[in-house]
Structures are given as structure tokens and as C-alpha cells.
């Protein structure tokens, strides 16, 4: 039972456009979620995270949106430049970071 | 302040084989967790360790077992292995002040493990 999906494997945009990347959870007791970024050879990198209190968290480029009557999260680059080309995780992990559920992940290509 | 290591980078073993995995926290870190990711696939738990003590296992098999030792660097190993071992496995450091808290984790580049 996959707890977590990324349904989009891939995504390829222009830079200088938005991308969207899209998560979706079957757990209700999630209370934080989080979105890593992996390059190749590099273990993941924590991007931004969302508790389950809010809607909406922004860093910069990076905006995360959470839907809890949905159960659906999503991750807003704006605007995506070729170096966010990476594999972009969204892992929810309760209370405790370290015992993270990953979604399969989506493979942003950022093209100049 | 240095970060999260692991060794070996990459590592070939045959089936029936144990391993073993090395992991150093960044400083400062007393916990660390264990992750396998299978090609194409993201990490999944296998477990953490907290002050020395096994803290939380996900789906994983008794052969998959750990340490951590005082200084916080910890050890995986892995008995009887199978095909589906085969993975990149990571480690990841993080301060947790009381077992449950939330706190950013910081993963190493990983141990390619292929077992034939």
C-alpha cells in the first residue's frame, strides 16, 4: 500500500516558465509535509516543507500548496531555471523527519 | 561542520553474502535513519537510531539490522542477501531532542549495493 504517489514520473518545461510538480497521500495523520530535491550521485536535499496547519508556504521560487480535504500537495517553481533539473520527492513524515514515506518521485528537465 | 558520509561509495557482493554499510552523521546529529531506494523507486525506510536505540523500522526483514555507536556513526548490515537487495542505500543525520520531534534530516550521496 503506497502511501504516497508522485503520478507524473516526468515533467519537462522552459525555463523561465512554472512547473508543477503533484503528490498525493492516502495517510490522514500526516502533519508535515516535505518536498526533497535529488541530483545524480547526491543523496536528497530537504527543499521546503508544509505543515498540516497551513495552505500555503513560500520560499523564494519555490511555493507549496496543500490540500487536505484532497489529500493533494503540490510544489510551484516559478521561474524554473536549469539548474532545478533534478528528481524532486515528496515525502510526508509525521512529526519525526527521519522516518519519511518518499513518493516515487518526478524528474524535472528544465530546458534553456 | 561536516556533513554526511558514507562508505563504501559502491559495492559488489554475491547472493547468500552479508555486508556491511558505513554511515558518519554530520556533527552535532544523534540520530540517524536508513534508507533503500530501489532503481526507479524513492527511499524507503528501514529504520533509525536514537541515542544508541533502534527508533521506528519500516517494512524490512530481520536480516536487515543496525548500530549506532557513541560517537553517532552508525553501521547497516544485511545477512543472506538477495537479488532485490541490490539498491542505493542511504543514511541520513538529524538533532532530535525528544523521540516524535521534528527536525530537517541530512542524507549522504549513498552506497551503491549490487548483489549477482
Known amino acids: 500500500d503506497q502511501q504516497v504517489k508522485q503520478n507524473s514520473p516526468s515533467l519537462s518545461v522552459q525555463e523561465g516558465r512554472i512547473s508543477i510538480l503533484n503528490c498525493d497521500y492516502t495517510n490522514s495523520m500526516f502533519d508535515y509535509f516535505l518536498w526533497y530535491k535529488k541530483y545524480p550521485a547526491e543523496g536528497p536535499t530537504f527543499l521546503i516543507s508544509?505543515?498540516?496547519?497551513?495552505d500555503k508556504n513560500e520560499d523564494g521560487r519555490f511555493t507549496v500548496f496543500l490540500n487536505k480535504s484532497a489529500k493533494h500537495l503540490s510544489l510551484h517553481i516559478v521561474p524554473s531555471q536549469p539548474g532545478d533539473s533534478a528528481v524532486y520527492f515528496c515525502a510526508p513524515p509525521g512529526t519525526n523527519a527521519g522516518k519519511s514515506t518518499f513518493g516515487d518521485g518526478t524528474t524535472l528537465t528544465v530546458k534553456p | 561542520e561536516t556533513g554526511v558520509t558514507q562508505s563504501p561509495t559502491h559495492l559488489i557482493k554475491t547472493r547468500g553474502q552479508q555486508v556491511t554499510l558505513r554511515c558518519s552523521s554530520q556533527s552535532g546529529h544523534n540520530t540517524v535513519s536508513w534508507y533503500q531506494q530501489a532503481l526507479g523507486q524513492g527511499p524507503q525506510f528501514i529504520f533509525q537510531?536514537?541515542?544508541?536505540?533502534?527508533?521506528g523500522r519500516g517494512n524490512f526483514p530481520p536480516r536487515f539490522s543496525g548500530l549506532q555507536f557513541p560517537n553517532y556513526s552508525s553501521e547497516l548490515n544485511v545477512n543472506a542477501l538477495e537479488l532485490d537487495d541490490s539498491a542505493l542505500y542511504l543514511c541520513a543525520s538529524s538533532w532530535v531532542v525528544r523521540t516524535g520531534g521534528f527536525n530537517e534530516q541530512f542524507f549522504g550521496p549513498g552506497t551503491r549495493l549490487t548483489v549477482l
Open positions: 508544509i505543515s498540516s496547519i497551513k
Open positions: 537510531y536514537y541515542r544508541e536505540e533502534e527508533n
